[in-house]
């Protein structure tokens, strides 16, 4: 399991990105806004940035460039992702990533799975692949709809494209109710990346934690993960953090985990 972090939950700027991952251990980088939080890839200085991950011997391991994040029954906004898609992919396989990260489309499922199979057969071609977030962002009519792993095993199972796997966000279905474990027993094998971070529910919503103290139970997780083969990803969000140096508290909690995890 690799130890890697995205990047702009503490900060956009690609040098201080870098020296974090080195400084606290990590072993690659998930892009999302690079420069500045409006500097979303692909449309970032691609030229320092291929300079700078080669100099660093860091890897990125995936890019999240905020498509199919909407409600699938908005074709419009999904038709330009598809268009948007082709300089993604080209983008991709010029900084050397096979991965990108991808949302759940909410709503009407069946225009979900036409927008992710025609995605995925783009990505296909080139020799990429999806992978597809379960995330718990709220809107007025509460968690959305495909917060849990199971929903999103669904969703691939509907879509049935080898290139499309799962971003799993145990923390984001802890709080839509679904324990971690049973999450990972719906995605199985199609896990291509494993968002990491903490918290607990509360009465009056969720509570952000240090990793390790709140109620996702990673090293039970972490252990399972072993235990399935999984050999991939393992992205620190730090969005929850109060400080970058924060960063390193939870960097290395992640690395003793997987140590233990390998250890049995």
Known sequence: M???WLTDTVTPDLDRALHYTLLWGLEGVVLRAVGSHDDRVPHVNEAKLKRRLAEHDVPAVAVDPGLFE????DRGA???DLALLPDVLAFCRRIGCGTVLVGALSGDEGLAVEALRR????????GLQLAV???SDRSDEGLADRATGQAVAALLDAVDRPNVRA???PADALEAGEPALGGLEALGERIAL?????????????AP????EGEVGWEDVLRALHGAGYDGPLCLDLSDLAAAKDGLREATTLIGLIRKARRG
Request: glycine share 14%; charged share 15%; with cysteine.
């Open 167 to 169: 971003c799993w966000r």
């Open 70 to 73: 909407g409600p699938a029954g």
């Open 2 to 4: 690799l130890p890697v």
């Open 133 to 135: 977030q379960n995330t």
């Open 209 to 212: 934690r240090s990793l390790g």
């Open 194 to 206: 494993v968002m990491v971070r903490d918290g607990a529910r509360m009465a009056g919503g969720w």
């Open 78 to 80: 999904w038709m330009n």
């Open 119 to 126: 995605a995925a057969d783009a990505a296909a071609r080139p």
